[in-house]
């Protein structure tokens, strides 16, 4: 791979990549002459063998895609093994267990957790500016996953998660629904945590900041009687357009004081 300055995007699949196990650039003791100080793209396809520093390795790679995949048995099928992806301020990692330097991902707003990426929570913690989490299937990334740990997001516009069947509402801190635009809460062969966390946000509704839930227009969830009480239709009623229920196999119709619960806040939902 030839040496340039202007060097902007290197685009490294498998047949290009599997005579070495690392790229010069990436290298802690760069030379002058194999550093390219204005890369800002730099994608990774099934290069296994391939040895990555915490990635990105600098703030100006502002786009880097790594990915490894397993073929199966039947023709033209390829499934994803794992994988991460960064672009304009969004990460997402798919069973990814590899370091990241969150330090040169400069102001992240959106991060994508999908089948047991395992990344230090800590890390999270500290990203003042994210806006949008997604966590799907992803509980078994720490030992005790809870709304606990989500306690110091409080700029978040968007939570999913996402059959993550270990998570609990155990640590909830109203503080972090200030902001909340969009809630998405729903297991596909189990309950989720919804029904216990709209529980506690009734139960806690006289003691939550001002603002807590009133910006929230969009709620999915697999518990539609968690919704239906009096005190969390009336708390959701001035900013809720849009509500979604999916995966809830016990309900067959609304009882008459669900039916009062809602029709009582006088708000026409789009369903």
Known sequence: MAATANLARVDAGEEKATSFRTLPFLSKHLRQDTHYPILSELIIYECRKLTLPPMPHTSSLTHFEVANNLKTVKPRSVRRVWSVRFMKNRLSLSSYEHALAFHNMGKLESITFRNGSKIPWTDLQQLTSLRNLLIERDSSMWSSPSMALLSTLTSLTSISLLDCEKFTVDGFDPLITV??????????????????????????????????????????????????????????AASLHTLHFCYDGRMKSLTEEENKAWWDTGVVLQM
């Not at 809630?183 to 945590?193: A, P, R, W």
């Not at 509704?205 to 603002?211: F, M, T, V």
């Open 179 to 236: 902001n909340l635009k969009e809630l998405t809460i729903y297991n596909y062969h189990s309950d989720s945590i919804a029904a216990d966390l709209l529980s506690e946000v009734a139960r806690i509704k006289k003691l939550s900041p001002p603002g807590s839930f009133h910006q929230l227009t969009t709620l999915s969830v697999d518990r539609i009687s968690a919704v239906l009480v009096a005190p969390i239709c009336s708390l959701l």
